[in-house]
């Protein structure tokens, strides 16, 4: 969700305005993916990196995050939304944590879309952090790496029992993932938009959902093989 700041800067406001007018386009979006039957949606909203940045300015992220937690856990129910935050909340203040435990059990028996926050989350973070809890749990790979492959890695990863992404959007006119999910995206179509995220609205979905069905997804394989099985196979 890229471009909050320069939507701002470019009307000649502060930036956390435009992280205010984000959270705006985040509801619009949810909303959106609900209507559409979208089932998963994870959205990066605050990543290892940020924390470079300016002081005042990830103060207002933090409030903003903890305000919105406490306000939209109630839109969340009555859409039948369940929040997944994944990533190292322990960085975060007690508050916030406390925050994020509540709206996730608040909203653990939804069922229509499951929105997962990526927050103090990296995709190297992720791997690294699961190699940790794999050699942790099973001790026997240090001896014997042979058994450490895919299926035995994905479990411990952030985003354990949730499919790969099918689609890959990022706003603001930047073209690179920005350490989003990086084991996830292997197989994953991307998108790119020249919108500013607060100008990301349901029409903006459209295009970039409507971009991803004109793709082919071979996973490896020739068109001709593609064209033999059925659609949702790989």
Same mark, same amino acid.
């Given at each position: ?20 007018? !984000? ?53 969340? *129910? ?7 935050? *994944? ?5 975060f203040n ?5 925050? *994020? ?21 990296? !995709?190297?973070?992720? *791997? ?16 014997r790496p ?25 706003? !603001? !006119? ?30 903006a979905l ?29």
């Amino acid at each position: 969700m890229d471009g909050n700041g320069r939507w701002a800067t470019r009307r000649f406001l502060p930036r956390t305005v435009g992280h205010h007018k !984000g959270l705006d386009a985040v509801r619009t979006t949810v909303e959106a993916c609900v209507q559409r039957g979208v089932e998963y949606l994870t959205l990066f909203a605050f990543s290892s990196e940020n924390w470079r940045r300016p002081e005042e300015e990830v103060s207002v992220l933090m409030t903003l995050f903890v305000s919105a937690l406490e306000r939209e856990v109630g839109r969340l *129910i009555r859409n039948g939304v369940r929040l997944k935050v *994944i990533g190292d909340v322990s960085a975060f203040n007690p508050v916030l944590q406390t925050a *994020i435990r509540e709206a996730e059990a608040r909203t653990a028996d939804n069922g229509k879309l499951v929105l997962t926050i990526a927050a103090n989350y990296g !995709g190297r973070w992720d *791997i690294t952090q699961a190699m940790r809890r794999l050699l942790a749990e099973r001790p026997e790979c240090l001896t014997r790496p042979e058994l450490i492959d895919d299926a035995a890695l994905e479990p411990f990863l952030a985003t354990a029992g949730m499919p790969e992404p099918d689609l890959f959007i990022r706003t !603001g !006119g930047e073209q690179r993932i920005s350490n989003f999910l990086l084991w996830q995206l292997a197989y994953t179509e991307l998108y790119f938009s020249e919108d500013f995220w607060p100008d990301f609205d349901a029409a903006a979905l459209d295009r970039a959902i409507a971009s991803f069905g004109e793709r082919e997804r071979r996973f490896g394989r020739t068109s001709a093989q593609v064209a033999a099985v059925a659609p949702q196979s790989r």
